[in-house]
């Protein structure tokens, strides 16, 4: 489940690259589509349209992570158009690094045993994916520096949700989903241009990317992630990159030679020891 869940989400970056709407609206689409989805699934996993939180300070944190969240997908989304999938996907994965550093900062967490190890194999790859990259040569590193602070977002996403205690994944997804959904209007009015889909392509395409990706991606990876231990756990979460890497090769032409695929490894075998560190 967690494998398949990474993987589907893995699609999302193509989503993306496919629309023709703004960042914010594709974000807005995304969640809007996928909340009636989460509300059947609800009353036939529950039988109640109702999300009932289990502490009152649920909905806060949600919100909070939502924010952050919503900042990481729009930031993301307007990388899209400027560097490769490649890079855009591995970047933002590059989260955990940050969550180990926030707790640190924040909850005076103390990292992990090996962290020190897993940050610098990790930026040495990123670095090397950006210097090796068309983007260095062509002066549009803009795309990576994006996806860096992207990936600080989704970071604050998931140190708040890591601090949920036993609410309910349904739950949790259901609301961030919805708040994603609100705090994406603001930046969708401001970007301007044409918010509503106006082919049936752009409606299927919007529509799979809530169904596989918000829907099916995000509540699979919810469940799978305490099912399992947590170097499967860390190999698993790594089918979301590679998936939008291949794809990316196959649909945009984005091969990457072999210095690239070097550092890519490079890099995901630094996510690997970071996501290591955090799902103990």
């Not at 990481?72 to 400027?82: F, P, Y």
């Not at 560097?83 to 955990?96: D, L, M, R, W």
């Not at 690094?97 to 103390?110: D, G």
């Not at 090996?114 to 090796?132: E, Q, V």
């Amino acid at each position: 489940m967690l494998a398949f869940g990474a993987m589907l989400i893995g699609f999302a970056p193509i989503f993306v690259k496919w629309s023709l709407l703004s960042p914010s609206a594709i974000l807005f689409w995304r969640m809007l589509l996928a909340l009636p989805l989460l509300i059947i699934f609800n009353y036939v996993v529950n039988k109640q349209f109702l999300f009932r939180v289990k502490n009152k300070n649920t909905i806060f944190y949600t919100a909070l992570a939502s924010l952050a969240f919503t900042t990481d997908l729009i930031l993301w989304h307007a990388s899209m158009s400027i560097t490769s999938v490649s890079n855009a996907t591995i970047i933002v994965n590059s989260a955990p690094i940050f969550v180990a550093i926030l707790a640190f900062l924040i909850f005076k967490e103390k990292p992990a045993k090996g962290f020190g190890i897993s940050f610098l194999t990790t930026y040495i790859g990123i670095i090397g994916l950006i210097i090796f990259s068309n983007n260095f040569t062509s002066g549009r590193v803009f795309g990576d520096i994006l996806c860096m602070i992207a990936a600080i977002g989704y970071a604050v996403y998931l140190l708040v949700i890591s601090r949920l205690g036993k609410e309910t994944s349904l739950n949790i997804i259901f609301y961030t989903t919805f708040f994603c959904c609100l705090f994406s209007i603001l930046p969708m009015i401001y970007d301007g241009g044409n918010h509503i889909p106006t082919s049936h392509f752009e409606w299927t395409n919007l529509f799979l990317m809530a169904f596989l990706c918000q829907f099916g991606g995000q509540f699979l990876i919810t469940i799978g992630i305490g099912k399992v231990s947590a170097s499967n756990g860390s190999i698993g979460l790594l089918m979301q990159p590679l998936t939008a890497t291949i794809l990316a090769a196959f649909i945009f032409s984005e091969i990457l030679n072999l210095i690239q695929i070097l550092f890519v490894l490079i890099t995901l075998i630094g996510i690997y020891l970071a996501r290591l560190s955090i799902i103990k």
